[in-house]
């Protein structure tokens, strides 16, 4: 799969607001622009619900339409409801990934981003070697999830989020499902001092998940706490090995990298289309109107090179004021990882030129291979030399 931003742009200038069919059947409205996206991420006529959403897509796709993970229970946690559901839900994990919650969280990422860079030396793939393991590794430990188990629910991950078979989807959704199952009994009868055992027993206000919303609340927090950290860690390094003008000036200054990490989730964010959507009602956008009952695709992307509210947005510049960019989505479904994933990409991306001073891209930047995902935005893989 190939760089999406060539073609985004061009539907930006050409037809903002489209109907496509995704590689699984399902005919869409994706919408490209910012004023467009923004508005649309917020807009009370716009709904998430997993269970009718599913119902929508049994009805409406061809025979190899999408895996149905309503019935594995893994789609009922926030990301797919609506108030007052997703009010309750997230109440009940914002406490676990606060700013200052996630700060403390500092010397331990730093401790396990210092023990990937001592494996490291001469040629190596960032991604397998640094991009990966981070992430996994920290959200994993937050949840109490065990060393051995990790490899195999980055695989499954990998897989879900991917256009591939869907037979090997299904049996990957299956698989997920019952380890999160045991995994929870596992923490319910025995509780440590992790968040997973925080969530068995979470209670706001005599509230508690039931053992569907358990199970899809964990999938969520591994899924989306480990994707989009692994792909804004490479696609930072693959912006730098692109820009050396920029690469130069944030290793004089490293207090540029916060900034470097905004300019990153705008530039070349970490997901591609919001998840799914759909239309409660008739909407105009851009002189188009949807009707009720479709469903819509927001291109983050897109919305983030959209000249209308980033000027010169094909330009990588590291201090640039990225204040709107929608990376991490924006409303009540704004990331509730955001803060985590921040951190990890600065001390990763910040470590990593701290210990060497040379990184080379190996072969043509051309070459590079963008993961077969609507979802999720980054390269499968990142050959580097260091020195």
């Not at 990998?158 to 045991?182: R, T, Y």
């Not at 199970?215 to 480990?226: H, N, Q, S």
């Not at 820009?243 to 900034?259: C, F």
């Not at 929608?326 to 701290?354: N, S």
């Amino acid at each position: 799969m190939q760089d999406p931003h060539g073609a985004l742009a061009l539907m930006r200038a050409e037809g903002p607001v489209r109907q496509v069919v995704t590689p699984r059947g399902l005919t869409v409205w994706l919408v490209t622009r910012y004023a467009d996206v923004r508005a649309l991420l917020s807009d009370p006529r716009v709904a998430k619900d997993a269970k009718r959403a599913q119902e929508m897509i049994t009805r409406n796709v061809t025979a190899t339409g999408p895996v149905d993970v309503t019935a594995q229970g893994l789609n009922a946690h926030m990301l797919n409801s609506d108030p007052p559901d997703h009010t309750r839900l997230r109440k009940l994990v914002n406490k676990a990934f606060t700013s200052g919650v996630v700060s403390r969280l500092r010397p331990r990422v730093e401790q396990i981003t210092d023990e990937l860079l001592d494996a490291m030396s001469g040629e190596v793939d960032l991604m397998k070697a640094l991009a990966f393991p981070l992430p996994i590794t920290v959200i994993s430990e937050l949840l109490g999830v065990e060393l051995e188990d990790r490899d195999q629910f980055g695989a499954w991950s990998n897989l879900l989020l991917s256009q591939g078979d869907s037979a090997a989807i299904s049996e990957a959704v299956g698989a997920m499902a019952n380890f999160l199952v045991q995994l929870i009994e596992r923490k319910r009868e025995n509780p440590t001092d992790d968040l997973m055992s925080a969530l068995v027993h979470a209670s706001e206000e005599g509230d508690r998940l039931s053992p569907e919303e358990l199970i899809a609340m964990v999938f969520l927090l591994l899924v989306a706490g480990y994707e989009t950290t692994v792909n804004l860690i490479g696609n930072s390094v693959l912006a730098l090995l692109r820009h050396p003008d920029q690469l130069k000036a944030l290793r004089a200054d490293l207090s540029l990298l916060p900034n470097m990490v905004e300019e990153v989730l705008r530039y070349d964010g970490s997901i591609n289309i919001a998840t799914l959507r759909f239309t409660k009602e008739p909407i105009e956008v851009s002189g188009v109107e949807i009707p009720a009952g479709e469903f819509l695709f927001l291109s983050l992307l897109s919305a983030n090179r959209d000249a209308e509210r980033f000027p010169d947005p094909e330009a990588f510049d590291i201090t640039r004021q990225t204040n709107g960019h929608v990376a991490f989505g924006h409303g009540i479904h704004y990331c509730v990882g955001a803060p985590l994933a921040r951190l990890e990409a600065e001390i990763a991306i910040g470590k990593l030129l701290d210990r060497f001073d040379g990184i080379e891209l190996l072969g043509e930047t051309g070459s590079l291979r963008f993961r077969e995902s609507l979802l999720v935005h980054g390269v499968e893989s990142l050959p580097v030399r260091l020195s």
